[in-house]
């Protein structure tokens, strides 16, 4: 359907791919779109550059430091993520606009005025599935109303975090498109964590919190929507799973383009049979302790809080810890604070820069007892996966030593 693609061949694409899309000509006219003024807002900074949901060129506006929800097109008014999706859908896809397109929950309008075949729907309480309600299709991804293979392409943009079962809906995902389609979609994946966890359950009517609830914004019914997941380095590897898919994840920075910022992965699973997920790959993930998917609160006391802090100041500083830090550190664990947090901060640190490309010296004196095996549970189930399907570049800034096979 898409030519002769592989998850290859498509990351080879990108990597020689030219996104300084200066010269490009519009396809089509740009967007008709009301868009909010900005002139009187607060701004940080301001660039030219091309959008790629216009189609031409524009000045992107930072409004706030935190670029992911505030650096925005003044002629279209969409996010980075919206660009970046549309920035590599047109790489792997360009004919996309022949193309019969799904959206579940729709964000922008390039989709719908460039699409013939663009159809959306949204999750609406009280409405039965396949039902139209105001102009709006009702659809629950976990159990959609869709014929088997209805589309070709299926997007989804920051909405798994907000489903319960996200291993249903993406199986639900997959069986709607047609073979050789694409599952196109972006959701947050927090390069602090190194596994993804469920924040809440649905069960019998009731929703039972596994942590303080948090809510994202909605375009429909009460304006909340309520965070179910926290995906990690680990995302990757559930969504092969989940699907039977292989999936890619591709990350453009680009302030030409207005793409910068956090949260910016595009991910891509392609229903093809040269894509199927590996029979080993179930077994390999469990063997490394990466198919945990219990709340940070529940793995915390699983780590000896004095020993994780001195294997850090070991494998990161690669020195022993100091008697003032080493207080310091073991405190805030005992307080509650999440250790992948902890790592971020040693791994982002002055001291560790010079150090990130180094192997640990063999001289040092890294334990192997139980009690600190199980302390390293996290940073070397992180090692172990390094280059692993070329599908993650850096999970949490750890020296990633070990040997790559991607």
């Known amino acids: 359907m898409f030519g002769d693609l592989t998850l290859g061949s498509v990351a080879d694409a990108m990597i020689e791919a030219d996104f300084s899309l200066v010269s490009r000509a519009p396809a089509v006219a740009r967007m008709d779109q009301q868009v909010p003024q900005l002139e009187g807002a607060g701004m940080v900074f301001e660039n030219e550059g091309y959008c790629p949901i216009c189609q031409d060129r524009t000045v992107f506006v930072a409004l706030d430091t935190w670029l992911s929800e505030n650096y925005v097109c003044k002629r279209c008014n969409t996010l980075p993520r919206h660009r970046a999706l549309v920035v590599v859908l047109d790489y792997l896809a360009p004919n996309w606009r022949e193309r019969s397109i799904h ?19 949204q999750y609406l309480e009280n409405v039965p599935p396949g039902q139209v309600n105001t102009g709006i299709r009702c659809e629950n991804l976990e159990q959609m109303t869709f014929k088997d293979e209805s589309f070709d392409i299926f997007i989804t943009q920051a909405v798994l975090e907000h489903v319960f079962n996200p291993d249903k809906a993406v199986k639900e995902i997959m069986r709607v498109l047609r073979s050789g389609g694409m599952h196109i979609f972006s959701a947050p994946k927090h390069k602090l964590l190194t596994r993804s966890y469920r924040r809440a359950v649905f069960a019998g009517g009731t929703v039972t919190h596994l942590c303080d609830p948090l809510y994202h914004g ?25 699907s039977g898919y292989q999936t890619s994840c591709y990350v453009v920075r680009d302030r030409n383009l207005g793409i910068d910022g956090e949260y910016l992965d595009v991910f ?19 063997s490394l302790g990466l198919l945990d998917q219990e709340p940070l609160k529940g793995r915390r006391a699983a780590i000896d809080p004095e020993v994780f802090v001195r294997q850090l100041y070991l494998y990161l500083l690669h020195r022993e810890p100091d008697s003032e830090g080493f207080a310091y550190h073991i405190a805030r664990l005992e307080g509650g604070m999440d250790p992948s947090e902890l790592i971020g901060e040693f791994a982002e640190s002055a001291e560790a820069s010079g150090n990130r490309q180094q192997i640990i010296p063999a001289e040092q004196p890294i334990s192997t007892s139980p009690a600190d095996t199980k302390a ?7 090692m172990a996966l390094t280059g692993w399907r070329r599908h993650v570049a850096q999970l949490v800034g750890l020296p990633l030593h070990a040997q790559t096979n991607g």
């Open 218 to 242: 909605n375009p429909v019914g009460d304006g909340r929507s309520l965070v179910t997941w926290d995906y990690g380095a680990n995302f990757d590897d559930l969504l092969m799973l989940w």
């Open 268 to 286: 891509v699973t392609l229903k093809s049979d040269a894509c199927k997920t590996p029979d080993y790959l179930a077994s390999y993930l469990r």
């Open 376 to 382: 390293l549970e996290i940073g070397r189930g992180v």
């Open 103 to 121: 959206e579940s929950s729709p964000t922008h309008l390039i989709f719908a005025q460039q699409c013939p075949k663009y159809s959306t729907s």
